[in-house]
């Protein structure tokens, strides 16, 4: 048990210092450590939240609808990427991809610190700056990483394709 929790955490280190070595590393392996992070963070995230509110059954419910939100997000995004992946005619299995987009929750670690310290109010900002555009960049690792179709490539299969789709919708609207 307690080797598991070290692993955890150390693999949390390295997706935020190294994602290119642990996700090639990972992508060897048939783990499902990247599932194990998203839901561990959002219990952590839920808890700091019941802390923050002193109420701690709060905590509990934003912590199993954290959860829910973000398998159901990782679920549809593995289900884009998916798509995308296949029209630059790239192959991979779902579950690999799911377990790869999973370890982007690694990055709520800074969330919660900054959540734990939020008498701090600059660092809030720099926090909701931070936070999603490092999720992009694992994202776009991680994708690079199980298809081998290039960073600019993962990019479009992440959030690229929909960022266009969404312009094209907007500019006729």
């Known amino acids: 048990m307690k080797s598991k929790i070290m692993e955890l955490f150390t693999t949390t280190g ?50 199993i609808a954290f959860i829910i939100m973000t ?22 299995g779902f579950m690999q991809t799911f377990n790869m987009i999973s370890y982007t929750s690694a990055i709520d670690l800074v969330t919660i610190v900054t959540l734990a310290l939020s008498t701090f109010k600059p660092l809030i900002l720099v926090a909701l700056l931070f936070v999603p555009l490092w999720k992009l960049v694992i ?22 394709f929909l960022a266009i789709i969404a312009i094209i919708i907007m500019g006729l609207i």
């Open 14 to 63: 390295r997706v935020i210092t190294s994602p290119d070595e642990l996700f090639y590393l990972k992508n060897q392996d048939e783990d499902k450590m990247g599932i194990a992070i998203s839901v561990v963070f959002q219990i952590l995230l839920g808890i700091i939240i019941g802390l923050i509110t002193q109420c701690i059954s709060f905590g509990i419910i934003v912590a």
């Open 71 to 92: 398998l159901i997000g990782n679920i549809t995004n593995t289900i884009f990427i998916m798509i995308f992946t296949r029209l630059f005619g790239a192959k991979g």
């Open 139 to 160: 994202q776009i690792t991680a994708v690079n990483t199980i298809y081998n179709i290039g960073y600019v490539r993962s990019f479009l299969c992440c959030n690229g």
